[in-house]
């Protein structure tokens, strides 16, 4: 459990940042939930790495590292009100988290998210604050993931970003000109993209996307893109 986490021996530089025995506690067994009562930051390594914890509460933690929760299998409840960011794949296949409050955070980095199968919804202002690129994975295999249908400042979309988002209808990405390998891929009910800018697409970016059928605006269709307006790398084919 969090609390028996013995810090590393190659990590014992950074004890001052994080020390489980006196900063988490378990409150019942059954319910797996984990407070940290002290301000403090946890490093970049995967100090919860598979534990089993259902519920976390981080209202005093100024920083969280990279796959600091990877593969906590059940957490289903984060609660991290002081936070601004998240590194790469904080919380990394983490399947059965479905919601997370972080009313400040508004930077998200490479997987943070990737493979939350049951995330529904994200703060709003992420979207907003993406002002050059939408990290590489880092909503993939995100299922049940319904708000992200509006990122007004994205220039960039990054490999994979938006891997298999079957909750995804449609979304508008005005100023966004490049989209990398399979950022849209197995997007199954993705029916729109608003694109104005968009200039380069490379391969396998709408892959399994069956029922894609607008791109740019509702005058344009698949067809008039594959021809005239979009430099294209490999096959990208619906």
Sequence with gaps: YPHKIPI???HRHQAWLFRPRRICRQNARKRRK??????????????????????????KVSYIGSYAFANCSILEYVDIPNISSL???TFSNCYKLSNINAPLLNSLSAGTFYNCKNLESIPNDIAENMSF???ASVFYNCQKLSNIENFPNAKIIDNQAFYKCLSLKSINIPKVSSISTQAFAGCENLISI???ELTYLQQGVFSACYNLSSIID??????DVVSQKINI???VTP
Excluded: E
Excluded at 41 to 58: E, G, H, S, T
């Design 218 to 223: 509702d005058s344009l269709v698949w067809s």
């Design 87 to 89: 590194n790469q794949y």
């Design 194 to 196: 608003n694109a104005p």
């Design 133 to 135: 690129s939408i990290p």
């Design 233 to 235: 790398s490999g096959d």
């Design 34 to 59: 984990c407070v940290f009562a002290n301000r403090f930051q946890i490093p970049n390594i995967k100090v919860f790495d598979k534990k089993l914890i259902k519920d976390i509460n981080m209202s």
């Design 8 to 10: 590393r021996r190659k």
